[in-house]
């Protein structure tokens, strides 16, 4: 079992920025490739980012191409996301997730943990 928690979300101006962090702990950090994923209202929880277990692989949507960077510091079990440049678009829940894998997946349903979630808003 691996138990994930976010921080880091907030109100933020369009344009601004913010990071998001996910805490993990239970199973072996090192083992999972991560995810972020976001579900604004009305909408379909969809990816966002995601980093392999070394960090040396990590993918991203479109819509966050040059504006997001996902990082993990495996000593301290720990997964960031740092969003540059936000959009009202961007306005969501923000979730972490980790992997069934060691490897940096796309798909949602390769994701196994689930955080509960942390509110980011983007005022324009």
């Known amino acids: 079992q691996v138990q994930v928690v976010e921080s880091g979300g907030g109100l933020v101006q369009a344009g601004g920025s913010l990071r998001l962090s996910c805490a993990a702990s239970g199973r072996t950090f090192g083992n999972n490739g991560m995810g972020w994923f976001r579900q604004a209202p009305g909408k379909e929880r969809e990816f966002v980012a995601a980093?392999?277990?070394?960090?040396?692989?990590?993918y991203y949507a479109d819509s966050v191409i040059g504006r997001f960077t996902i990082s993990r510091d495996n000593a301290k079990n720990t997964v960031y996301l740092q969003m540059n440049s936000a959009k009202p678009e961007d306005t969501a829940v923000y979730y972490c997730?980790?992997?069934?894998?060691?490897?940096?997946?796309?798909?949602?349903?390769?994701?196994?943990?689930w955080g509960r979630g942390t509110q980011v808003t983007v005022s324009s």
């Open positions: 997730a980790a992997g069934r894998f060691g490897y940096a997946s796309t798909k949602i349903y390769e994701y196994d943990y």
């Open positions: 980093i392999s277990r070394s960090g040396g692989s990590t």
